[in-house]
């Protein structure tokens, strides 16, 4: 008989609570270091861009415009998303998603089908005055009261190649413009401005239109659209201005546009006192002068001279017709142009005249800075056949005179053309074109320059395949039978196997 065992049972009660007590303490633990790791996540994370498509990265710009609001921006992409611009509708919800990771406690994005939520929709139209709209695809931007609106219409540029060379019947988008319109606007309606633009009238320059809606068709050498562009992508009013008799250039007025077009009259020489006196006082100027219209003196006193011959730049490259033709070389160290060098956006110009700085014997302290913006190439002539570069666009600067009040604390700044076609209706809407315009508009108008560095169009990418009618019936055989066919040989074979 074996002796009776007189030692402790090894799993007790009291072990046995322990180590329950333990397992659940490490399970909270763990849970706990899980919570404390999304928690800080949620505040503390860092995202990587994984995606080639450059219309889904946000640029630097961007990225500091969204990371220094501080009141909350609603955004409301209002689209029918299987619509007519449902490539659009993707491009924009897919941009704006960028837009609320980066700072999600500020961007709001919402999505509204308008075909799906009729009540919300309506109710969104009447809240924000918008029900009289006859385009209903478009993103509302909204901030302390502040709106603005973005229409899809106006978020990409189109390629009518294939269309011409009859390689296809639709005209294919080239450009997605998204994050050009996006990021002003939140800017715009976060950091409001009261800007007022005048176009001056009276001697036969482009039409922009009424500012009131009045005239809509003003033709395609008009200039309604830079007038849009005013209004919708830098947030700033326009009026037009005639300056004979007792009118003067309003106190108000923070850029004057003169667009001389072929049917220009000569300024009378009170205008020209009442715009050269506008300058000394830090007025800002967008002269674009197709023919002589009087106003070149008074540009030769700040430095510019604008020829009286017209180039065409003969390039294979850049050249289009007898009259038009790209620009070649921008000034890829100017702040004005240096995106469009960077991303290699050519400007499409009519016969302009050249604009060169004007010679100086002394540099004198305090004088204009004078600075080009493009050039031709090598192989431009002009109407007397003599071959060189010429220079297409200039930009002056200089600070307050004589410490005059000023409407601008940046004192006087110009940008001047020897063509003003190159921003009507037809050529702004090149995407190289239209950029300029975006740009020039900005640094004329002061605005910060966080919006003038790399806000640019982004290409469309869209990969298609071409075949023959012979290589189609290849692949549809390939489809209906032989991949079919092969699957079920596969399948008797096993079957075969297997009875054997």
Request: hydrophobic share 40%; net charge neutral.
């Amino acid at each position: 008989m074996p002796p009776p065992n007189h030692s402790k049972p090894s799993f007790s009660r009291a072990n046995r609570w322990v180590i329950g007590l333990n397992s659940v303490l490490a399970v909270v633990a763990a849970l706990a270091l899980v919570v404390m790791a999304n928690y800080l996540a949620g505040g503390y994370f860092k995202r990587y861009q994984w995606s080639r498509d450059a219309a889904f990265k946000l640029s630097e710009p961007t990225v500091r415009v969204l990371d220094s609001l501080t009141n909350d921006v609603n955004i409301t992409i209002f689209f029918q998303p299987n619509g007519q611009n449902s490539q659009i509708y993707e491009l924009t919800k897919a941009l704006l998603a960028e837009y609320q990771n980066v700072n999600p406690r500020r961007v709001h994005v919402k999505d509204l089908d308008y075909t799906r939520l009729v009540g919300a929709a309506r109710e969104l139209l009447a809240t924000n005055s918008l029900s009289g709209l006859h385009d209903k695809d478009f993103v509302l931007f909204q901030s302390d009261g502040h709106s603005k609106i973005a229409f899809a219409r106006d978020l990409s540029k189109y390629d009518f190649n294939d269309l011409l060379t009859g390689r296809s019947q639709y005209v294919r988008r080239s450009d997605f413009l998204g994050e050009m319109y996006f990021t002003a606007d939140i800017y715009s309606v976060s950091y409001p401005q009261a800007l007022k633009t005048y176009f001056l009238y009276g001697h036969g320059e482009n039409n922009p239109g009424d500012p009131n809606g009045g005239d809509t068709k003003v033709g395609p050498t008009g200039y309604s659209k830079m007038a849009s562009i005013l209004k919708n992508e830098i947030t700033s009013d326009w009026d037009r201005l005639i300056l004979q008799g007792t009118n003067g250039i309003p106190s108000d007025c923070q850029l004057l546009i003169i667009a001389a077009s072929d049917h220009e009259g000569k300024f009378l020489p009170e205008e020209l006192d009442k715009i050269s006196a506008y300058l000394k006082q830090g007025g800002r100027l967008l002269a674009l002068l197709t023919v002589d219209c009087g106003l070149e003196p008074v540009l030769s006193q700040w430095g510019v001279v604008v020829a009286t011959n017209r180039v065409v730049d003969l390039n294979p490259k850049y050249y289009v017709d007898r009259n038009t033709f790209y620009s070649a070389n921008w000034v890829a160290d100017n702040v004005i142009v240096a995106p469009l060098a960077s991303q290699q956006l050519s400007i499409l110009m009519v016969s302009p005249r050249p604009v060169f700085i004007a010679p100086k014997e002394g540099k004198v302290p305090g004088a204009p800075q004078v600075s080009y913006l493009a050039l031709t190439s090598t192989n431009a002539v002009d109407d007397r056949k003599r071959m060189g570069v010429y220079p297409l666009l200039a930009s002056v600067e200089q600070g307050v005179i004589n410490g005059v009040n000023s409407p601008h604390a940046g004192g006087t700044r110009i940008i001047v053309a020897g063509d003003s076609y190159f921003l009507d209706d037809q050529a702004i809407e090149l995407p190289g074109n239209h950029y300029f315009a975006v740009r020039a508009l900005n640094w004329l108008l002061e605005r910060p320059q966080i919006l003038l560095e790399g806000l640019g169009p982004r290409p469309i990418t869209e990969y298609r395949l071409y075949m023959s009618r012979s290589q189609t019936r290849k692949v549809q055989w390939l489809f209906l039978a032989a991949m079919p066919g092969a699957v079920l040989a596969l399948g008797a074979l096993v079957w075969l196997r297997r009875r054997n």
